[in-house]
């Protein structure tokens, strides 16, 4: 998710140098929202794990 993050910072950023600010700030708001999300889905992900690795010992 953060591959396609990253993407599209790099297209929005390119879009806004072109001219296309409007699209190209739209790719970045897409962009931000997809860094919290995968933020958000580390850090469950990184609760559940430590929630699990306590049942096991």
Known sequence: MLRWALIFLV???VLA???FGGIGGAFVEIAKILFFVAIAVFVVLLVLGAMAGRRVR
């Open 17 to 19: 140098v072109l001219g």
């Open 11 to 13: 297209a929005g950023l």
